[in-house]
């Protein structure tokens, strides 16, 4: 396809109503290139504001410290650790989870920490003379992805909380050039404008989403038992879900695992150590208010499962893109 003009592309993006995924299956380009001609634009003073969904129109896109979100009866979709690297194929995780959004429809998706790796920009030694990827790079990655998931969202809530990763962005601009705070782009939300950024996430008074709080093989039940509460984490990579009951009732402490290859390059520093972690996402539904019993999608030999049945199984000829496609499954009338 030509390339388009100024013009054309400011009206694909009225014609898309503002959303990068509508503009790219428009015009037949990759999101990325989407990303960067609009931000091109805005350098030269053309502003084209991105879609907010109806149930975050009034919303704030400032950071607050803990995101109050109320859900009646409905589905909530939590990832966390994507640590998404330029140009590596999308995990089965990955797939899986646009497809379960698809298919689920839920209330609010939210993305608990890590969507950035940073790996040139961390406080960490290099590990001898690897290529790492520039963060422009890392950027474009995160903002492609985040905007296959909204696409397949709809008007879910969308939500973030801060990673340890992702602050290494905001960081490392606020210590070596403090002047430009103020400037558009200087911070990670400003390039997701549609993500709610928080440090943590609070769901009816008695769920807390969060990236990071104990660590160790015991992390997740000394979160559960300490917080007094349900709650989700990320940051360990572990896929699971740790039961708690005393007089107060039972709650879950929630390890949401990587959408992350576990062997992929953002972890060579493990230096080829078996990890105990787990690739897939976690998925928390409402009854009246009411936490049911968490949920998780799993990968298991390259295959993704959700509730005993296929999501979606790897391909050598998969296309290194969201499509939302996979293993044929029954839908789940009763949420549609």
Known sequence: MRKLTDQEF??????GEGSPAKVSK?????????????????????????????????????????APVNIDSGAIVIFSDAHWWPKAKLTPAN????KVINDLKPKAVIANGDILDGASISRHDPEGWRDLPPLHAELDEVKARMAEIQDAAGGAELLRT???????????????????RHLAGMMLRHHLEDWQESMSIEINNSVIIKHRWHNGIHGAYNNVLRAGRSIVTG???????????????RRF????????????????????SPKNWGQGFCVLTFHKGQLLPP???????????????????QKDSEPNKGTGKAAARPRNKARD
């Open 10 to 15: 400011i009206k694909a993006w009225q014609a």
């Open 26 to 66: 428009l015009v037949g380009i990759d999101i990325r290139t989407i990303y960067r001609r609009r931000d091109k634009l805005m350098g030269n003073g053309i502003i084209l504001e991105t879609i907010k969904p109806n149930s975050m129109s009034n919303r704030p896109v400032e950071y607050i410290k803990r």
């Open 95 to 98: 797939h899986a989870l646009l």
């Open 162 to 180: 801060i990673g340890n990763h992702d602050i290494r962005f905001d960081k490392r601009l606020a210590l070596q050039a403090p002047d430009y």
């Open 235 to 249: 940051h360990l990579h572990r896929l699971q879900v740790t039961p708690w009951t005393d007089y107060n009732g």
């Open 253 to 272: 402490g929630i390890d949401c695992g990587t959408l992350a290859d576990i062997g992929g390059p953002q972890f060579d520093y493990d230096e080829d």
């Open 295 to 313: 949920e998780i999608c799993e990968v298991l030999g390259g295959k993704a499962f959700f509730r005993g049945s296929l999501v979606y199984e």
